[in-house]
Antibody, heavy 129, light 107 residues
Framework: QVLLQESGPGLVKPSETLYLTCTVF??????????WTWIRQPAGQGLEWIGR???????NYNPSLKSRVTISADTSESQFSLELNSVTAADTAVYYC?????????????????????WGQGTTVTVSS | DIQLSQSPSSVSASVGDTVTITCRASQNIRNFLNWYQQKPGKAPEILIF???GLQSGVPSRFSGSGSGTDFTLSISSLQPEDFALYFC?????????FGRGTKVDTK
């Protein structure tokens, strides 16, 4: 069974940097078909994809956050991390880590049909002085 | 970014009803469309991938259809545990984006 667990401070001051870590149990960050992803959800609102990291270390970020976000991985610790700098109250949300897995493949192109099939329980981050 | 318009934003239904939720993409996303269920205080869970693929362990009363820009999630014979929030998500191009969600609550 694959489990993901987020950890990090629940309170961050405005203009400071938010650091979260996701520890992966039961899977390897080196497995070639997975991306490791961060998503957030402000209270009572929808889901926002923040970005992801692949086994090679390559990353994709949401352009709306790209200038402030870094996602990195430590395969020896089976962890991947999120850094979001210059935070404001608008960054207050529940932050989830998730495994983005190719659940099937496109017959024509061979490309993967990705979906987040394993999620952490989420961690609430509040930005306030 | 690809925009997803989900409707309705909420629907009231009774146990045993069939509920249909639609998701419209701002451009052709072929069948790169997923559906998730989220219960209060919990992380979302994948129900349907690639528009119509049923995720392992998900009851067969959930079904998805559509391609291109128009997609549907249907829940037949609604069960008490199905009252929840449902989101669509596109994985055609980065950044992945989500619909605003549909709340299924008790009539």
């Amino acid at each position: 069974q694959v489990l993901l667990q987020e950890s990090g401070p629940g309170l961050v001051k405005p203009s400071e940097t938010l650091y979260l870590t996701c520890t992966v149990f039961g899977d390897s960050l080196n497995r070639g078909s997975h991306y490791w992803t961060w998503i957030r959800q402000p209270a009572g609102q929808g889901l926002e994809w923040i970005g992801r990291i692949f086994t090679s270390g390559s990353t994709n970020y949401n352009p709306s956050l790209k200038s402030r976000v870094t996602i990195s991985a430590d395969t020896s610790e089976s962890q991947f991390s999120l850094e979001l700098n210059s935070v404001t109250a608008a960054d207050t949300a529940v932050y989830y880590c998730a495994r983005d897995n190719a659940l099937s493949h496109d017959i024509m192109t061979g490309g993967g049909y990705y979906a987040m099939d394993v999620w952490g329980q989420g961690t609430t981050v509040t930005v306030s002085s | 970014d690809i925009q997803l318009s989900q409707s309705p934003s909420s629907v009231s239904a009774s146990v045993g009803d069939t509920v249909t939720i639609t998701c419209r993409a701002s451009q052709n996303i072929r069948n790169f469309l997923n559906w998730y269920q989220q219960k209060p205080g919990k992380a979302p869970e994948i129900l349907i991938f690639a528009a119509s693929g049923l995720q392992s362990g998900v009851p067969s009363r959930f079904s998805g259809s559509g391609s291109g820009t128009d997609f549907t999630l249907s829940i037949s014979s609604l069960q008490p545990e199905d009252f929840a929030l449902y989101f669509c998500q596109q994985t055609f191009s980065v950044p992945w984006t989500f619909g605003r969600g549909t709340k299924v609550d008790t009539k």
